[in-house]
Nanobody, 127 residues
C-alpha cells in the first residue's frame, strides 16, 4: 500500500507560481497512475490533472490548461505540479492520488477511480 505526502503549498499573490510535490512511499511508484485534485471550501473535490504511469500521457482540466504542468520522476517516487499564473480561484486544498493496476499509458480523471490519497496541502492565492 502506498502512502502519499504532499508539500509545497502556501500563500502566493495572484500571478505568482508554486510547485507542489507528492512523495510516495511503501509501494512501487512506477506502477501507479497519478493525479492532482483540489477542493475549495464548500465545494466538491475537483479534478485538476492526471499523468500515466510512464509519464507519456497527461490530461488537464480546462482550468489548468496552459498554466499548470504535471510531471513525475519515477526514480524519486515523486509527482510534481507546477502552477503558474495563479488566480484567487485556484485557492484550495490540493490532493495527490494514486491508482494501481492500470495500463502504462492510461490516465485517470475521476475521484472514484483512485485508490490512495494524500492528506492535502493548502494553496492560497491572494488578489
Amino acid at each position: 500500500q502506498v502512502q502519499l505526502v504532499e508539500s509545497g503549498g502556501g500563500l502566493v499573490q495572484a500571478g505568482g507560481s508554486l510547485r507542489l510535490s507528492c512523495a510516495a512511499s511503501g509501494g512501487t511508484f512506477s506502477s501507479y497512475a497519478m493525479g492532482w485534485f483540489r477542493q475549495a471550501p464548500g465545494k466538491d473535490r475537483e479534478f485538476v490533472v492526471a499523468i500515466s504511469r510512464s509519464g507519456s500521457s497527461t490530461y488537464y482540466a480546462d482550468s489548468a490548461k496552459g498554466r499548470f504542468t504535471i510531471s513525475r520522476d519515477n526514480a524519486k517516487n515523486t509527482v510534481y505540479l507546477q502552477m503558474n499564473s495563479l488566480k484567487p480561484d485556484d485557492t484550495a486544498v490540493y490532493y495527490c492520488a494514486a491508482r494501481d493496476r492500470i495500463p502504462l499509458t492510461v490516465v485517470v480523471r475521476t475521484t472514484s477511480q483512485y485508490d490512495y490519497w494524500g492528506q492535502g496541502t493548502q494553496v492560497t492565492v491572494s488578489s
